[in-house]
């Protein structure tokens, strides 16, 4: 492997891990987000809340297909 290669390699798993974090940053974001919105909502409830903003999500996605 050339130093080059050990270089892309090095930033291919940096900007994997970016975007994991970026990703888990959405998450945490939308979940304080709910939880500002309704305080009295449990976990459970945002994630069925969450889960069935999904399903229409890809619901209407299925349609405009």
């Known amino acids: 492997m050339t130093v080059q290669d050990t ?3 090095d ?4 900007m994997e891990q970016i975007q994991m ?3 888990s940053h959405r998450r945490m974001s939308a979940l ?6 309704y305080p009295d ?3 459970k409830d945002f994630f ?3 889960a069935a903003d999904i399903h ?3 619901e209407e996605e299925e349609e405009n297909v």
């Open 32 to 37: 304080v987000k709910y939880q500002l919105q």
């Open 56 to 58: 229409e999500q890809n």
């Open 21 to 23: 974090q970026e990703s």
């Open 11 to 14: 930033a291919d798993v940096v």
């Open 48 to 50: 069925g809340m969450a």
């Open 7 to 9: 270089i892309r390699w």
């Open 41 to 43: 909502m449990t976990i």
